[in-house]
């Protein structure tokens, strides 16, 4: 899945188009949950040595909300890493080059849906 691929899908599945928020990172974009304005997914091009790789091609990458718990499986496989400007104990990078499967890619952005949701009830 490609950056144009992935607006095409969150555009389809969640009614969401992106919004560019950053004039000086003006292909950079993040997707919202409509019911509280949360971000669940960020995408932006950068350096893959941003991310420890020996290359300083640039890429298009995919930040998503990610369960703790989940984020060591993730950073075991190909094309997944510690979010890249974002907290990384709770996000995780996907490079959007081909190195990741797009039902993976579908996968790892209903989750992050899912945890952007803030319907869950508060301990009183």
Known sequence: MDKDELIEYVSEEYDISPEYLWE??????????????????????????????DSGEKVYILDVKCDPLM?????EQTGFFRAYHMN?????TVL???????????????????????KKKKRT
């Open 24 to 53: 000086s990172t003006p292909d950079a974009f993040v997707f919202r949950r409509k019911n509280n304005r949360k971000w669940f997914a960020v995408a932006m091009e950068i350096s893959k040595n941003k991310l420890g790789l």
């Open 71 to 75: 984020l060591g499986s993730y950073l």
């Open 88 to 92: 990384k104990e709770k996000w995780l």
């Open 96 to 118: 959007l080059d081909g190195s990741v499967s797009r039902e993976d890619i579908i996968s790892v952005l209903e989750l992050s849906y899912g945890l952007a949701d803030n």
